[in-house]
């Protein structure tokens, strides 16, 4: 069995700005302005091996989740592949295809909306296993309590509504629900964002002790970097839609090669018993609708040079796993640092 | 020292409903100094954010301040009229509320809304206002500040809504600014430009700020001094980086260690929910979900006990155990 559960190869994906009767006439008359297209995710490649987890992480509107949507086949890539174990879902026969969708699952943002207001706990999660026959009817009740009492929530949630549960039980439910189809693959886009620190931690340990008991892998989208650093084996980090910087957590945290990562990377709250002084990227993140040429961070980079205003820069690799996509040769700026 | 700006001695506020009080605030009291930037953690339903409220007199029925003053200006912002809190709201103290979409008015335009802050408390002309209102918009980082003074709310990504908001707070320089929470929803890059301009306006023009939060390590960078509120109560207060070196309160190290820190192996998991606040409390309020609670703990209420600048409510303090 191969390592590879998972891999996006050259991924893209473009929304096309829908503006109305009027426009869309106009544009047939030749008199209208053109589509205005937002490249979300921009010609993303990435893996996600079995029983690892991959922490995605960039500001809102980077991407991020439009590529965990694309990953788990809620959206279709505009471009390039999805493959499932080495097969593309989007040339699967319909059957394969509906199993192999079935085994990525997702566990959204914001618990208050994620979850049906009128549906029982209890249903909510067994719902898919039984529709896809993983569970029989009979059996749906047991099974519910089972998956509910893998993620630490009490038998007697089973017949309440989601409004009587707090953000943390809540979030216990999504994640039953994801799990209780035996994925291979889970998403979280933001699962811990709109939690309290406490109840982040509460979920944060929940998924560090399900992972090392089942064997599924998991993709965490966030924008936290202390939260990705603490449950991420490798991260990769986006910019406008593209990867600018991947490697494993470690190799990441200690010598982050471009200069978004580290810029990120300063601004990230510390628990230091010492004031500091905020130094925030200047410059604002730039309308995805009309992109900076060549490198798309060169407007707020403070090592910019002439060829990055024009040229854009390939991701390279600077050592095991751990790939950048900057001009900047960092051994020879290290040097210039050392003298 | 100078004298402090505000002056909070023993408040409470209660939430009434169908004969049953819930006593949410339960006998706060501190200082504020022109400068300083103090912060206030807890958990959701700890009574952060209603403290918050009314310090402003904000609370409306059924729930009010049920005893205790709030000293601004030798006045009592608890007991004045609405025509005098309407000089000091949004004026001498402004606050900054979490979400954005809720402050703002969806109907008016960010230029509109915003120079009426100006115009409603300061005798200037419409073209002073629209210059202090651009120059507000430019420090917060809203880019062609003029052009976007047209814009509506609608227009505006959820940063920039925020932004637009704590520009607002910062238009009459008040002496004092309350902040709920107000970058929990946003970016760390975003949040990171935001802290940087209050650090900026309390070091500068001696802005005190009062900064709301549930995250220490958000507040161990930028306040000077930290209060801890569990339960309606300040369970522990002190300067940030005592309170970040040498806890005393169970809960101030369990709120901490939940948070994952580079090297941290295991996150501290505080089991359980703060408790119902319709009682009385009989013994500690923490004791069910504290680690080191013993018997006494049920029985007895604590006081706020240490050094002057570092009280605990606790009866067996982290520090005092440390050293026996």
């Known amino acids: 069995m191969s390592t590879t559960l998972l891999e996006l190869c050259d991924v893209s994906r473009v929304f096309t700005r829908n503006d109305g009767a009027f426009d869309s006439l106009a544009r047939r008359l030749g008199v209208g302005r053109p589509l205005e297209n937002l490249v979300a995710v921009d010609n993303v490649s990435m893996v996600v091996n079995r029983g690892e987890t991959v922490g995605i992480v960039g500001e809102s509107g980077c991407g991020k989740s439009t590529l965990g949507r694309v990953a788990v086949q809620l959206l279709a890539p505009s471009s390039g592949k999805v493959l499932f174990e080495g097969k593309d879902i989007a040339t699967l026969p319909v059957e394969e295809a509906r199993r192999a969708r079935f085994k990525l699952q997702m566990v959204f943002q914001n618990p208050y909306t994620s979850l049906n207001p009128r549906r029982r706990v209890g249903e909510t999660v067994i719902e898919a296993a039984v529709s896809h026959g993983l569970v029989a009817k009979a059996d749906a009740r047991d099974a519910a309590i089972k998956a509910m009492g893998r993620v630490g929530l009490k038998p007697d949630f089973i017949d309440r509504f989601p409004h009587a549960l707090s953000g943390g039980q809540r979030q216990r439910v999504g994640i039953a629900r994801a799990l209780a189809v035996d994925p291979a693959c889970v998403v979280f886009d933001e699962a811990v964002a709109a939690l309290d620190v406490s109840i982040q931690a509460q979920i944060l340990e929940l998924l560090v002790e399900l992972r090392q008991n089942a064997s599924f892998a998991s993709v965490f989208i966030s924008h936290d970097l202390n939260v990705v650093r603490y449950i991420a084996d490798r991260v990769v980090i986006l910019y406008l839609g593209r990867v600018v910087e991947t490697a494993s957590t470690a190799t990441l945290f200690e010598k982050p090669h471009h200069p978004y990562s580290q810029a990120l990377m300063a601004e990230a709250p510390e628990l230091k018993a010492q004031k500091r002084i905020f130094t925030p990227i200047v410059g604002e993140l730039p309308s995805p609708l009309s992109p900076p040429s060549g490198c798309q961070f060169h407007p707020r980079c403070p090592h910019a040079m002439p060829r990055c205003k024009t040229e854009q820069p390939a991701l390279r690799q600077l050592g095991d796993g751990h790939f950048s996509a900057c001009h900047l040769d960092m051994g020879q700026a290290d040097e210039k640092h050392a003298k | ?324």
């Open chain 2, 1 to 324: 020292m100078a004298e402090p700006i505000l002056a909070v001695s023993g408040l409470c506020t209660e939430v009434v409903s169908d004969e049953k009080i819930a006593r949410i605030v339960r006998d706060v009291s501190f200082d504020l100094y022109p400068g300083e930037i103090l912060g206030v953690v807890g958990e959701s339903g700890c009574g952060k954010s209603m403290m918050g409220f009314a310090l402003l007199n904000l609370l409306d029925p059924p729930a009010r301040v049920a005893s205790g003053s709030v000293s601004f200006a030798g006045k009592d912002i608890t007991r004045l009229p609405a025509e005098a809190l309407r000089t000091i709201r949004g004026n001498r103290i402004a606050m900054i509320f979490q979400d954005p979409m809720v402050s703002l008015n969806p109907v008016l335009t960010i230029g509109e809304q915003m120079m009426e802050a100006v115009l409603a408390h300061q005798k200037v002309s419409r073209s002073v206002a629209k210059a202090r209102t651009i120059e507000a918009l430019e420090m917060v980082g809203i880019p062609k500040p003029a052009e976007r003074l047209k814009a509506y709310p609608h227009e505006f990504s959820g940063g920039m809504r925020q932004r637009v908001v704590i520009a607002t707070a910062f238009l009459n320089k008040p002496d004092i600014i309350i902040a709920d929470e107000p970058t929990t929803a946003l970016d760390v890059t975003i949040q990171a430009q935001i802290l940087a301009e209050v650090q900026k306006m309390a070091a500068q023009n001696g802005t005190a700020v009062i900064w709301i939060s549930h995250d220490m390590s958000l507040l161990s960078g930028l306040a000077d001094r930290v209060m801890v509120m569990y339960a309606g109560q300040i369970v522990e207060s002190g300067s940030t980086a005592s309170i970040i070196e040498q806890p005393n309160h169970p809960y101030t190290r369990a709120l901490m260690g939940a948070i994952p820190v580079p090297g941290r192996e295991k996150l501290e998991i505080l089991r359980g929910f703060p408790p119902n606040l319709l009682g009385e409390f009989t013994g500690c309020a923490f004791a069910p979900r504290c680690p080191l609670a013993r018997d006494h703990c049920d029985l007895e209420r604590p006081e706020a006990r240490g050094p002057e600048l570092t009280h605990a409510r606790c009866h067996y303090p982290l520090q005092e155990g440390a050293h026996s």
